[in-house]
Nanobody, 122 residues
Framework: QVQLVESGGGLVQPGGSLRLSCVAS????????MGWYRQAPGKVREFVAS???????NYADFVKGRFTISRDNAKNTVYLQMNNLKPEDTAVYYC????????????????WGQGTQVTVSS
């Protein structure tokens, strides 16, 4: 089993920055993808960004140019640097993990963290 623990959320003013961290523990696959989703009140959970263990990033259009995802494979940690935050970025941010195979994402391998609250307000 893989466990994920997020940290780094908080309250920030519009235009400010935050860095989220997610540490994975347990039996991790050497080929995996880790990323971030978010869920605002009354809305469905949406994809934010992901990064494979091989270094391939993917971003939602609404964060391109503002958010950067990175990871330290030695520490099993993924980061989300969020700059120029907007009130509409307010949400609970969830870390996500999944195993990769030659055929793609391994069904049933997906894991979620407990979430960390990000509030952007003046």
């Amino acid at each position: 089993q893989v466990q994920l623990v997020e940290s780094g959320g908080g309250l920030v003013q519009p235009g400010g920055s935050l860095r989220l961290s997610c540490v994975a523990s347990g039996s991790l696959s050497s080929a995996n993808v880790m990323g971030w989703y978010r869920q605002a009140p009354g809305k469905v959970r949406e994809f934010v960004a992901s990064l494979t263990s091989g270094g391939a990033p993917n971003y939602a259009d609404f964060v391109k140019g503002r958010f950067t995802i990175s990871r330290d494979n030695a520490k099993n940690t993924v980061y989300l640097q969020m700059n120029n935050l907007k009130p509409e970025d307010t949400a609970v941010y969830y870390c996500n993990y999944g195993e990769l195979t030659i055929a793609g994402f391994r069904v049933g391998s997906e894991r979620w963290g407990q979430g960390t609250q990000v509030t952007v307000s003046s």
